[in-house]
């Protein structure tokens, strides 16, 4: 299965560069923006790309205004009209101030079928051609406010920490999968499937299905 990866949109960026597109009334960044990520969408369905991860710094700037939301949303839009399956980790410039919201919360909030936000550490799963499951392990701006540390050392070694306790949930989900499907141990695969969340709770991660 083919996954594709996008980073630092930066939707709203440039604008002293641009000017007023007297058609939309959108500064021609903000259009030069969009036009580029459709144009990279375009090329992820011809290549027979499933999954795509936006890693982050989806706005320019911690307020972005309407339009650059609505710029987007309908990039994303489009991207699953097509049939792509959408997650978006959470960048420094999508973190607002508060910690507990972000920029791209909304898609969170409205529970947008096919998209899927990570603002904390998380597990995506996906499907490939062959039913098999895909665990990709997701991972959001931090720091070492962020992670309750005094240093960014020690920031570091949390974050070492929570990274290491996912690749072993991974792997449980993978086995699970593999129990369930494969030797039909019903029991035993939700046996797992149950210490990993419970596991996942504690570690304060996220885990799509």
Same mark, same amino acid.
């Given at each position: 299965?083919?996954?594709?990866?996008?980073?630092?949109?930066?939707?709203? =960026?440039?604008?002293?560069?641009?000017? /007023?597109?007297?058609?939309?009334?959108?500064?021609?960044? /903000? $259009?030069?923006?969009?036009?580029?990520?459709?144009? $990279? +969408?375009?090329?992820?369905?011809?290549? !027979?790309?499933?999954?795509? &991860? &936006?890693?982050? !710094?989806?706005?320019?700037?911690? @307020?972005?205004?309407?339009?650059? /939301?609505?710029?987007?949303?309908?990039?994303?839009?489009?991207? $699953?009209?097509?049939?792509?399956? $959408?997650?978006?980790?959470?960048?420094?410039?999508?973190?607002?101030?508060?910690?507990?919201?972000?920029?791209?919360? &909304?898609?969170d909030s409205l529970?947008?079928?096919g998209i899927s936000?990570?603002?904390?550490?998380? +597990? @995506?799963?996906?499907?490939?051609?062959?039913?098999?499951?895909?665990?990709?392990?997701?991972?959001? *701006?931090?720091?070492?406010?962020?992670?309750?540390?005094?240093?960014? =050392? !020690?920031? +570091?070694?949390?974050?070492?920490?929570?990274?290491?306790?996912? @690749?072993?949930?991974?792997?449980?989900?993978?086995? =699970?999968?593999?129990?369930?499907?494969?030797?039909?141990?019903?029991?035993?695969?939700?046996?797992?499937?149950?210490?990993?969340?419970?596991?996942?709770?504690?570690?304060?991660?996220? *885990?799509?299905?």
């Open positions: 299965m083919k996954i594709g990866i996008i980073g630092d949109t930066h939707f709203g =960026a440039g604008y002293n560069l641009g000017k /007023l597109d007297p058609r939309t009334q959108f500064n021609s960044r /903000l $259009i030069d923006f969009t036009d580029t990520f459709n144009q $990279i +969408i375009d090329m992820f369905v011809e290549r !027979d790309v499933k999954l795509v &991860i &936006i890693t982050g !710094d989806v706005f320019e700037t911690r @307020h972005p205004t309407s339009a650059q /939301l609505n710029a987007f949303s309908k990039c994303v839009q489009g991207a $699953i009209n097509k049939g792509l399956e $959408i997650a978006i980790v959470v960048g420094n410039h999508d973190q607002q101030r508060t910690i507990s919201t972000t920029t791209v919360d &909304i898609f529970e947008t079928p936000v990570y603002p904390n550490f998380g +597990i @995506h799963t996906t499907r490939d051609e062959h039913g098999n499951n895909i665990n990709c392990v997701l991972m959001p *701006y931090r720091d070492r406010r962020m992670m309750g540390t005094k240093t960014n =050392a !020690d920031a +570091i070694k949390e974050i070492e920490n929570k990274l290491k306790e996912l @690749h072993k949930i991974r792997m449980y989900l993978d086995a =699970a999968k593999a129990k369930v499907e494969y030797c039909h141990n019903v029991e035993v695969g939700v046996a797992i499937y149950n210490y990993v969340y419970s596991k996942l709770q504690k570690l304060s991660c996220t *885990y799509r299905n």
